[in-house]
């Protein structure tokens, strides 16, 4: 491919609303022209990678037995009809011609689950496992970081049916393999993390996640075993402390602290550990408000709270429901003399404290020397904290837990049968006894534009890209200097025509133009070699080589570069 033939350009200039590093790379090495917000147009350079990416999910998705199939973007209104369709939100409705309601594609298991349904009859045509790489939308209120919250993206999803359990099981750990293989062709490090499911009759859920500091999603993991875990679903101990005897509790008090909402200004003032202190937090759960306890040095997992009580929606109350609720300002509510239809759930690590202090439902003061049973009736107790940095592994014995960055670019989740919340009419078969069973059904879901995004967010420097060799969009950037004189130009055709016929997959930047642009776009670019041609390179005959992830440039016999790109070949 020349370069001066190519149909998009290069920026200097560092665009004003790119939020991340990788969107700013995007956009100023001509990969993706934003058309509208959220929408993007992915211009011949960035297609090519993506079209490598497509190439190795095939091949591990058939190694994996998934048959691919296409399914159309339009899906009719009947699939979202059912109000507890999680996915009836952010959707693009519309009309057809003849008044029929249809959407755009943004989650294809009801469709899929619908078709298979139709098409299996007996346990004899199982199991199925089919995948499909097309284009979804998702209407984001605020899209923003380009790709990877965009309106308009590409997906490779994935779904299996199986007969029972054992069976279903082998499918996910089978997608799972594939999507591991799929990274590591890819050249990316990433990690492999429990997630939080939609729904607690989810039988399991799992999170590709990429690393990068840029990233969005929070993930924790121990430093000893292999537990790993998105924060929404992350689980941890904490160190317990000596209690106060429990047989002789001491006399409850209200105490005046003007002002003093803060856990470790509180506990200062009143002469106690931070752990001895409670966050006391009113949620709006549906229709109903929930008080959610937990120890001071903690923070509230909302998403546990939410799957805990099964409601749709769940949110901190307003200032006007608390002070309604609990009589109180903002941050001085407590778990006695609440009304009796506000319930009240606590963490485990706050059961077996003894004398412990929380807020008296009346604004500037706080109650010590609470106990359960005694004080007020005894929650119901959970996991509700949120585990963070520093904390105990939940799994083994010596791990303390890391706080990490990344990108989610895949998901992973099993169905429960008869899961009326997704499908409306669950799927069956007919088992080797004649009987009806539910297909037990998981689907998977590979983000393939956002895995792009997050590939250039961990790999890059402040000059540009850096294409992992497998996924750049060439393998060489041949840069020709002083094109002016006819030798060094007779020189650089013929070593891109040499490249081409060795199958070299090579851009060659033919543009008269001064070298510092030339040099400055290669790095932008990102291509894995630079080869460089100039009148001194051809007085050595030979060709100036750099990789883009190094400094130091080499010169080399043209049979030596060939074995730089059939090394790099051999690295897909």
Known sequence: MRLSRHFGKTLREIPKDAQTEAYRLLLRGGYIKQVSAGIYAYMPFFLRSLNKIFHIAREEMITADFEEFLLPLLQPGSFFTQPETPYSYDLFEFKGSKESRLYLGQSYTTFVADLVGKEISSYKQLPKRLFQIATKFHDENRPRFGLIRAREFIAADAYSFDIDQTAQEASYSEICNAYQHILNRVGVQHKFVEADAESSRDEGCHEFIITTDAGEDIFLSCDTCN????????????????????????????????????????????????????????????????????????????????????????????????????????G?????????????????????????????????????????????????????????????CPRCEKGVLK??????????????????????????????????????????????????????????????????????????????????????????????????????????????????????????????????????????????????????????????????????????
Not at 248 to 256: D, S, T
Not at 283 to 296: E, I, L, P, S
């Open 227 to 330: 537990y790993a875990a998105t924060r929404q679903k992350s689980e941890s101990r904490l160190q317990v402390y000596p209690q106060d005897d429990s047989e002789n509790p001491m006399e409850m008090q209200e105490v005046y602290g003007k002002g003093l909402i803060g856990v470790e200004p509180l506990a200062e003032f009143l002469n106690i550990p931070v752990w001895k202190t409670t966050k006391t937090l009113l949620f709006q759960a549906d229709d109903k408000v929930v008080a959610v306890m937990v120890r001071g040095d903690c923070g509230v997992n909302e998403a546990k709270v939410k799957r805990f009580l099964g409601c749709k929606t769940l949110s901190l109350a307003s200032s006007g429901v608390i002070k309604e609720i609990s009589g109180a300002e903002v």
């Open 332 to 392: 001085y509510a407590g778990p006695i003399g609440l009304p009796p239809e506000v319930a009240v759930i606590a963490d485990h690590y706050t059961k077996d404290r003894v004398n412990f202090e929380c807020g008296a439902n009346r604004t500037d003061y706080h109650i010590i020397n609470a106990n359960f049973g005694r004080d007020f009736p005894l929650p119901v107790f959970s996991d509700f904290k949120l585990a963070k940095g520093g904390e105990f």
């Open 403 to 572: 706080e990490a960055y990344g990108i989610s670019v895949g998901r992973l989740v099993m169905e429960k049968p008869g899961d009326l919340r997704k499908i409306q009419t669950h799927p069956t078969y007919i088992d080797n006894q004649g009987k009806s069973q539910p297909l037990m059904i998981c689907h998977y879901s590979l983000g393939v534009s956002r895995m792009a995004a997050a590939i250039i967010d961990q790999s890059h420097d402040e000059f540009g890209i850096i294409w992992p060799p497998p996924v750049a969009p060439f393998q060489g950037h041949l840069v020709a200097l002083n094109l002016e004189n006819q030798e060094v130009r007779s020189e650089a055709e013929n070593l891109y025509q040499k490249l081409i016929d060795d199958n070299v997959e090579i851009l060659f930047d033919d543009r008269d133009i001064r070298a510092g642009e030339k040099f400055e776009d290669a790095d932008l670019l990102g291509i894995p070699i630079r080869l460089t041609i100039s009148k001194r390179t051809i007085k050595e005959e030979k060709i100036e080589t750099k990789f883009r992830d190094r400094k130091e440039t080499q010169l080399r016999t043209y049979e030596e570069v060939l074995e730089l790109f059939q090394s790099l070949n051999q690295q897909k």
